[in-house]
């Protein structure tokens, strides 16, 4: 058992003294109940087994035959105790398999709640935490004139987190769940975790390549590939390290004994059915290495200073130069690292002819043939 089970038992048992304490339970039905939570908490147990642990509270006589050692009223009596369990909040778990007695227990998490006492502003953030997963459009009124982005139900993560936080919340004071309740369905603030492709059917996939990455072994799967949803390419010898989640995408980092580099997988091309753990241990000593680039950004952008998109970025110098209309212009030189030449890539597109990207040789060309495809696609058209 954990420390984490320990102290969590720990305040089940204070949560039960106190449920225990204002029912207005006599001493010995108390007595036994707490006993009984203690023992299904700890064990998965028939209600047999229950007697013979607790004889005295169930009036169990051990030294009887066993046609006559249980007796309806320590039937009815565990009954009661398992419905009282039940209405102060604790799941019963009950596992009946054929031909054998029914085995019960407590679930883990399960029991009394406590009341939590939050300020203001903790209860705002709290509703913060809520909107990043749910759509806005189910729980705020929406001004018909004014819509907000239509924001489906597709972060994997986002069911299980509203169900937390509204677990959460039911505990809070009148007052502080009222507040709550208003803050949600009139946000000043719509900030959205809503992934850009459906990534709920791909939840499996992610638990299941944690469970991989927590047993420290290599993968292999299928992958389809970006420029066809036909094409499949098997990758094996993968090691597994993390899955991040990025720019409305979750993806797998790996590192490819076939390529020979770390790459990112992105989850919803990973075959889930071609998903198979390798009998290899992954090398916990590797590290993914940064590479170093060069590039000139605009004065009209670098001014208000350089957003930070990268690993390290620093201004090495500035410059004044005269462009092609002979203009003056002002443009800085950045030196910055990343893990992703094509991260690199994409994201220096984004500022268009404001930003060259200098080195190092083979990302420039890299850039050109980028850039030389637009070009080519732009310029198939008749004006």
Request: proline share 5%; charged share 30%; glycine share 2%.
């Amino acid at each position: 058992m954990s420390v984490n089970d320990t102290h969590q038992d720990q305040k089940i048992s204070l949560d039960t003294d106190n449920v225990i304490a204002s029912s207005g339970l006599k001493h010995e039905s108390a007595e036994r109940i707490f006993r009984l939570v203690q023992f299904l908490l700890a064990n998965e147990c028939t209600r047999q087994e229950v007697f013979e642990h607790l004889a005295s509270s169930y009036k169990f006589d051990r030294s009887a035959p066993v046609e006559k050692k249980t007796s309806r009223s320590a039937d009815r009596m565990f009954e009661r105790d398992l419905k009282f369990l039940e209405d102060q909040g604790f799941e019963v778990k009950k596992v009946k398999a054929r031909a054998q007695p029914t085995r019960y227990s407590l679930v883990r998490g399960s029991g009394p709640r406590a009341t939590f006492l939050f300020s203001e502003s903790e209860v705002d953030s709290l509703a913060l935490l809520y909107t990043l997963f749910a759509d806005p459009n189910n729980y705020a009124q929406i001004d018909p004139l004014q819509p907000l982005p239509l924001q489906p139900p597709r972060n994997p993560f986002a069911e299980e987190m509203l169900s937390l936080i509204e677990k959460l919340v039911s505990t809070l004071p009148d007052q502080q769940r009222r507040h709550f309740e208003r803050w949600v369905r009139k946000p000043y603030i719509y900030f959205n975790l809503a992934t850009v492709a459906d990534y709920l059917p791909h939840r499996d996939t992610i638990d299941t390549i944690v469970h991989v990455i927590t047993k420290r072994q290599q993968i292999q799967f299928e992958y389809l590939s970006p420029k066809s949803t036909w094409d499949k390419v098997l990758h094996e010898h993968v090691d597994p390290y993390y899955v991040i989640y990025l720019e409305g995408h979750f993806y797998l980092i790996g590192y490819s004994h076939q390529t020979d580099k770390f790459l990112e997988y992105r989850i919803d091309r990973i075959k889930k059915e071609s998903l198979k753990p390798e009998p290899d241990m992954i090398d916990m000593e590797r590290r993914r290495r940064p590479i170093e680039f060069r590039f000139w950004l605009d004065g009209s952008i670098a001014k208000h200073g350089i957003s930070q998109r990268w690993l390290t970025q620093t201004q090495e110098r500035e410059e004044v130069y005269l462009d092609e209309q002979g203009r003056q212009r002002r443009r800085v030189l950045v030196r910055a690292s990343a893990y992703n030449e094509w991260r690199v890539i994409q994201q220096l597109l984004r500022y268009g002819e404001k930003a060259e990207l200098i080195d190092p040789p083979h990302l420039r060309e890299e850039m050109r043939k980028a850039v030389n495809s637009m070009y080519k696609l732009y310029n198939s058209y008749p004006s």
